[in-house]
């Protein structure tokens, strides 16, 4: 079964910066679109960030303008460069990926970021 692991979160003041980073423990597809999800307490996860194979990104509106997704196909990687970062983005990141028949992997532990004001 495939493994997603996602690491870099941690504690940042408002206005801070993060660079998450997520690994797929083994190889799949390049052509499957991979994103990032969050989960704040008491909330649904929601989506934040999705990139296709070529690089074609897509944002949720509440982080578009600070956020910056990207993968690595080679290395089976995919990242999320966070800025301007705000209290409301506080929650535990999630990478996942979407297979040809429109299912998930197995989601992973996440990352938790806090934003302090």
């Known amino acids: 079964q495939v493994q997603l692991v996602e690491s870099g979160g941690g504690l940042v003041q408002t206005g801070g910066s993060l660079r998450l980073s997520c690994v797929v423990s083994?190889?799949?597809?390049?052509?499957?679109?991979m994103g990032w999800y969050r989960q704040a307490p008491g909330e649904e996860r929601e989506y934040v960030a999705t990139?296709?194979?070529?690089?074609?990104?897509n944002y949720a509106e509440s982080v578009k303008g600070r956020f910056t997704i990207s993968r690595d196909n080679a290395r089976n990687a995919l990242f999320l460069q966070m800025n301007s970062l705000q209290p409301e983005d506080t929650a535990t990141y999630y990478c996942?990926?979407?297979?040809?028949?429109?299912?998930?992997?197995?989601w992973g532990q996440g990352t938790q970021v806090t934003v302090s004001s």
């Open positions: 996942n990926y979407r297979t040809y028949s429109g299912g998930m992997g197995a």
């Open positions: 083994r190889s799949i597809p390049s052509a499957y679109i």
């Open positions: 990139i296709t194979g070529g690089g074609a990104a």
